[in-house]
């Protein structure tokens, strides 16, 4: 209700609907598997483009700053984030983004850092990137499914772990780089209402891989960013994100990415702020299933439904309208989670 009631004020004072693009990266190289790489030289076509077009990089913690103060950012903002905290990125782009000097943000898992995981940077490493400005922040523990409980575990024994996994993951980070950022990438892009809560509890703000523009607009447990990897990699294709607008959703039903057993289907109701929005020119896209049409229920108000069972394991509904007057796309995206018709989960 506090959200709903925040974001129609923003919309009835005009907030601006600049924000900022947060790309998501993992490995930069040549020899790792591609679903999660780019190669060094499209990292550096990448980082080469947003430097001779005047984007604005600035460090994740002061995009973050921004929205909680309510302040407008810059067109043209950017922030560049990577996860699991690979030795590529040390030894690669930490260089291309120091020549450009563009900061950026490590999300990383400390058990992965500690048993020194196969192409995981050490602690030495990430302090000596803390120290050159790299901002450090929370992965989780040991990159679990933060969503899934163990065998005869009750929701509270559930969410009492999880909530001793951040806490002290962080406290970990915080002693080893002196950083204490309190901001966390959700592993896996999962996470439900009881994670935000969590995490709202304790001044945390949280990060998925949903897709859109970051903004005043956006849940503060659930910023979107925009993964850069794979078929995801080209740069013509990112341009058009890289100029992506935070969609001015009012209020949406429904937006517990974990779907209830046996309810594969989810409907969301969304309200929009339309001063900048075309109704005709809105356009939706179900993970697997395609272009889909959203129901107009009034003016400012869409629902959008899939119309076959979504998938075990993780999907998206997105939706993008282009801009009456910035000639830009808004974007919003709804991350889903569910398990197999048995209710255990795919493996991964």
Known sequence: MVKNVLLALLALTGFSAHAAVILQYHHVSDSTPAVTSVTPA????????????????VPLSTVVESIKAKKALPAK????????????????AHPILKQYKFPYTLFVSVEPILKEYGEMMSWQQLITLSNEGAEIANHSWGHEHLIRKNADETDEQWLARIEENILRTEAEIVKATGQNLKMLAYPYGEYNQQIEDMLDKHGFVAFGQQSGAAGPYSPLTALPRFPVAGVYADLNSLKVKLHSLNMPVISQTNSDPQLPQGQWRPEIKVTLDMSDINASQLMCFIQ???AKKPNWISDNQFSIQAELDLPAGRSRYNCTAPSKSKGSYYWFSQPWI???????????
Do not use: C, H
């Open 42 to 57: 499209q990292f550096k076509e990448q980082m080469q483009y947003l430097a001779e077009n005047n984007f604005n990089v």
């Open 77 to 92: 903002t950017i922030a560049i984030t990577f996860d699991d905290g690979y030795r590529s990125i040390a030894n690669t």
């Open 288 to 290: 697997g299933q395609g």
């Open 338 to 348: 569910r398990p197999k018709s048995n209710g255990q989960w795919i493996a991964e």
